[in-house]
């Protein structure tokens, strides 16, 4: 809640006239709580998680040939109702373990900083933020989901995630509970290290998750804007960590590459890249329909094997 009645004393505390935005902001938020201002994550999440998957989830069930060779893994197909069993299972952990979270978690909200009042942030100063969430969330998450590929990790809790091994939208939040109360703590750490504007945190809650959709969509767009961010993953990038499965070593990021590289564990995926272009297949207009059905045809322990043989091997994979 603002602590100004009006726009003009909110003016003179700030010893300017309000910008547009900021002039929206307090028309809206002047007379609500901080509580239910942050409690709008919940019905962000809920429309995220529900909305943005429909077009992957259509684009699927109309099997239109121009877009179908833009998947990874053409060979499996999910019927409507595989796919809406998936988001049954999605929204029943929404309800009784991630929106139940976010009305629990406001103190640690409040704790760390998360304002709400005026001024607004300026775009860089969102931008930079968020770049800080992101880079964060990355690093912590790739830490978190390697332990969890470890045996008891995987059997006890992550072994959820992975029961689709091509994924849809709808999968992306798909996991045990453990996994959603642990990934929430890299969620976390990055608007505690650099604490924002309530605005800004409700954009990293949504293109976290909008990023999470895209990267477990099954479909490699070569139009998609992402492409341009320098050292993201991205669905392809993904893809192939469910596909290998329980047994994967690659590809543990969440968001970018970096860490993989650094730290040695995107051998397989460099490896698969590598086994294609011997067999001189070129992603262009004309065979990557052919591409995607030969990735598709290798046995995905036939992968594992290769790959693992390959990073347990001379440590050189060309």
């Given at each position: 809640m603002l602590p100004y009645s009006t726009l003009d004393e909110a003016s003179a505390a700030l010893g300017r006239n309000l910008t547009v935005a900021e002039t929206l902001w307090f028309n809206y938020s002047a007379k609500k709580s901080d509580y239910y201002l942050f409690c709008h994550n919940i019905l962000f999440l809920f429309l995220i998680f529900s909305v943005v998957p429909l077009p992957l989830?259509?684009?699927?069930l109309w099997r239109s040939a121009g877009l179908d060779k833009y998947k990874i893994q053409p060979k499996v197909k999910l019927s409507p109702s595989e796919?809406?069993?998936?988001?049954?299972?999605?929204m029943f952990m929404f309800f009784f373990v991630v929106g139940p979270l976010q009305l629990v978690s406001y103190p640690s909200i409040k704790m760390i900083g998360i304002r709400t009042g005026l001024p607004l942030p300026s775009g860089w100063e969102i931008f930079l933020q968020l770049l800080v969430y992101f880079m964060v969330e990355d690093y912590t998450n790739y830490w978190i989901?390697?332990?969890?590929?470890?045996?008891?990790?995987?059997?006890?809790?992550?072994?959820?995630h992975h029961e689709y091994t091509a994924?849809?939208?709808f999968a992306a939040p798909y996991a045990h509970w453990a996994e959603i109360l642990i990934l929430g703590i890299p969620s976390f750490l990055g608007p505690a290290m650099v604490p924002g504007h309530m605005i800004t945190f409700w954009l990293w809650i949504a293109l976290r998750q909008i990023e999470a959709i895209e990267t477990h969509s099954g479909y490699n767009f070569p139009w998609t804007p992402t492409?341009?961010?320098?050292f993201y993953g991205g669905a392809d990038y993904h893809d192939y960590h469910h596909y290998v499965g329980g047994q994967s070593q690659s590809n543990f990021a969440s968001v970018f590459t970096y860490c993989d590289f650094i730290y040695g564990t995107d051998k397989g995926y460099r490896f698969q890249k590598k086994l294609l272009r011997k067999v001189n297949v070129k992603q262009n207009e004309h065979s990557y329909a052919f591409y995607l059905d030969f990735v598709s045809l290798i046995p995905a322990n036939i992968m594992f094997l290769l790959c693992n043989s390959v990073e347990r091997g001379s440590g050189k994979w060309w």
């Open positions: 989830f259509f684009t699927s796919e809406f069993k998936c988001y049954k299972d999605v989901h390697r332990f969890l590929h470890g045996k008891w990790g995987y059997e006890k809790i992550h072994k959820v994924p849809i939208g492409k341009y961010i320098p």
